[in-house]
């Protein structure tokens, strides 16, 4: 794609629209041998590299603004404009140190930026450092192989230092070229890549190679696709169909034109033998001379030949243009993209899975002509190459989320929809998408975390499902999912006493939270009373919650249900005195109302005396008359608590309602993390969980709510 918006890079950071694979080499080795390496299977990423940071004492003395500026920076990673603030000023300094630090920072928390990779090549060649510059570029190719500007950067960087003389140094031009086609050269807005590899070909003498080039870039759709078709015939006409074709094919057409040649002479001798005088004999014509007449008609069958993949290459074209028109920014930005734009990258993604899917299930389709519909896929790798590996038709479907993934890489529907994709073709390709999404990308949005470790318990690996959970502890600590999912997964492994210890942990950290205190009692209550089998402990923990948060109306619905789901005949005694010890607490009268009509319920169905059961009766009978309004509003919120209680966590009934539409395979149990630089404190946790404990919906206790005695089962005393 062209260097759109290359002119603002240095304030807004808009970048490529590229994507792809994150290697951990820093070390330089060959160009050659690391750029084959980097056609290894673009959605394969490993972890981001650590950046080499000079320590300050080797770097001398830093500008007067640096360190404020660097301190910024690093105390909010997540704000891209204090990064950009340090780098326009570095640059402005033409402080080579300081610029070298603060790309180094940078390009580890923003791998995406290709313009700032550029940047940083050409701060090392000014600086006379060639072999660095080459290391960076690699760096970044590494990290997005589809952006074409940075490929042609790279390209024109060797150009510019390779002693071309050398007979090493054209092979090895030639090979980064290869590289880059095999890498970037499907991609939509690739037309300048493949025009540079032509006119090198070209400016080398190698007329058959630029040929076999043009040929190459006729079978991708590409914005530009007519104008490389031009190029060719331009390229045929000007040089023997014997320079710019291959041996095989020339040999082939040759053949076949002169059969026809030879037909069409022996015709037209027949007529004139007929109508030439008795004795005269006809010119004679020499077998094996290769005229014009041939070499023309030659390059007539070339054309119809390549005009059938033109046409059908330019089907393809066609089918992409409106998405790809629709597209307003294919390159990186942390700015978010409008609905419009989201849709239009949903829409294209399903369009292209619908080819594929379309392709597999013909079955007169050529395996290996399967991409689009079209006759021939673009760009194939050569056999035995990194990217052979990879289906031919499934090579656009890829490409497409890569490319996706630049301009939607703040998104993690995106990414949890490519490892879906990914998932069922490679677990080491899925395994490493959600690296870089959760180790680059992503590293403070819970939900593609929490689909990470359900992936990797999917697929048995209870360690690194455990170890992604933690990492997610300590990037976002405090978050209840987190401590959640990490409690579950300890229970499903049958290690009951390490999802008890982390809730007990989880309780003793947030007394001075009484909220999220109760949050965390009632569920090592429940943890305790149905899985450990153990209600005397249960009690004790929401009986120590009580005494912190006597109005936590949660935490006397749990104590209540505990009771009444004892041996009736024993717990009589505390049912009432759990229904008195609520009635006392500075409680709302609609929560009083439901309680005391529990406690109603509970003797009428299990009370050993009538006495007993008309002594509740009058006592929530003179409730009722002490609050009065509150009676109606209690009867009310009867329907409201009882669909509230049909799940039994009411961790699951909060977060329902949260859970994004794209990932139905996953429980996501967390609504977004807050925007940086919010006030978690006021709103009790990240964002916004504290509407976990806050809002009606938090009512599941473990029990129906059918008891209704508004119709006066008793005449009135």
């Known amino acids: 794609m062209a260097a759109e918006g290359f002119e603002e ?423 490493a998408v959600f690296r870089r999404a959760c180790e680059i990308h992503l590293t403070h949005k819970p939900n593609i975390h929490l689909n990470w470790s359900t992936f990797e318990e999917r697929r048995g690996d209870l360690n690194e499902a455990r170890r992604v959970l933690d990492a997610l502890d300590k990037t976002l600590p405090g978050l209840a999912v987190v401590l959640l999912r990490r409690v579950a997964l300890e229970r499903r492994a049958g290690r009951l006493d390490q999802s008890e210890a982390l809730l007990q942990a989880a309780v003793a950290d947030s007394k001075e939270r009484p909220t999220l205190h109760a949050f965390y009692s009632i569920k090592l209550a429940r943890l305790l009373l149905k899985l450990g089998r153990n209600p005397s402990r249960a009690r004790t923990v929401l009986q120590d919650a009580l005494a912190i948060s006597p109005d936590n109306d949660k935490l006397h619905l749990n104590l209540l249900e505990l009771e009444v789901s004892e041996d009736p005949w024993a717990s009589a005694e505390a049912v009432q005195e759990c229904v008195t010890r609520a009635l006392a607490a500075p409680l709302a009268s609609r929560t009083k109302i439901l309680l005391s009509r529990r406690g109603l319920q509970f003797a009428e169905d299990y009370g050993d005396s009538i006495r007993s059961v008309l002594s509740v009766y009058e006592e929530h009978q003179n409730l009722l008359k002490e609050l009065g309004g509150a009676k109606r509003e209690a009867e009310d919120g009867d329907e409201d608590l009882e669909k509230a209680s049909k799940g039994d966590d009411d961790s699951a009934v909060a977060v329902s309602e949260q859970a994004p539409p794209t990932t139905p395979h996953v429980p996501i149990t967390t609504p977004p993390p807050p925007v940086t630089g919010a006030d978690r404190s006021a709103q009790g946790g990240y964002g916004a969980y504290s509407s976990w404990y806050q809002q009606p919906q938090y009512s599941s206790y473990g029990y129906q709510n059918t008891w209704n005695y508004s119709q006066g089962y008793y005449p009135p005393s």
């Open 9 to 431: 890079m240095s304030v807004n950071g808009e970048h490529e629209e590229s994507s792809g694979t994150y290697m951990a080499h820093e070390g330089h080795t060959s160009p050659p041998t690391e750029m084959a390496a980097m056609s290894e299977e673009n959605s394969i990423a490993a972890e981001a590299p650590e950046a080499s940071i000079p320590h300050a004492a080797e770097e001398g003395e830093m500008p007067a603004d640096f360190e404020r500026l660097w301190k910024a920076a690093n105390d909010s990673p997540q704000d891209f404009t204090s990064w950009t603030d340090l780098l326009q000023y570095c640059e402005q300094e033409s402080h080579v140190a300081a610029s070298r630090r603060a790309l180094e920072a940078f390009l580890v928390r923003y791998p995406l930026c290709y313009g700032y990779w550029k940047k940083f090549a050409d701060l090392e060649r000014r600086e006379g450092n060639n072999m660095k510059a080459e290391e960076v570029c690699i760096r970044g190719l590494r990290v997005i192989p589809l952006s074409v500007d940075l490929w042609i950067h790279y390209i024109n960087l060797l150009l510019g230092t390779l002693d071309m003389n050398l007979p090493e140094s054209h092979p090895r031009i030639r090979s980064v070229f290869e590289n880059a086609v095999q890498a970037a050269g499907m991609d939509f807005h690739s037309d300048r890549l493949w025009d540079l590899y032509v006119e090198w070909e070209k400016e080398q003498g190698n007329a058959r190679k630029a040929a076999a080039v043009l040929d190459r870039v006729l079978r991708v759709p590409t914005q530009l696709y007519n104008t490389h078709y031009e190029k060719f015939k331009e390229h045929l006409s000007s040089h023997g169909p014997k320079e710019v074709l291959s041996p095989e094919e020339y040999e082939e057409l040759r053949l076949m034109c002169r059969q026809s040649q030879k037909a069409e002479r022996a015709e037209q001798a027949q007529e004139e033998e007929q109508e030439r005088p008795p004795g005269e004999e006809g010119p004679a014509t020499p077998e094996g001379a290769d005229t014009e007449d041939l070499m023309q008609k030659i390059r007539e069958q070339v054309l119809i030949r390549r005009d059938k993949v033109y046409h059908d290459n330019e089907g393809g074209v066609r089918n992409r243009w409106h998405f790809e028109e629709a597209i307003k920014r294919p390159y990186f930005h942390v700015k978010p993209l409008d609905r419009l734009q989201l849709r239009t990258w949903h829409s294209y993604l399903d369009w292209e899975i619908s080819q594929l899917d379309k392709d597999t299930k013909d079955p007169n389709q050529d395996p290996n002509q399967a991409a689009t519909g079209e006759t021939e896929v673009a760009a194939q790798p050569p056999e035995g190459s990194a990217d052979a590996a990879v289906a031919h038709d499934d090579r656009r479907v890829r490409i497409l989320f890569e490319r996706c993934l630049i301009a939607c890489a703040m998104y993690e529907e995106f990414w949890t929809r490519y490892t879906r994709y990914l998932e069922s073709q490679s677990v080491r390709e899925a395994q």
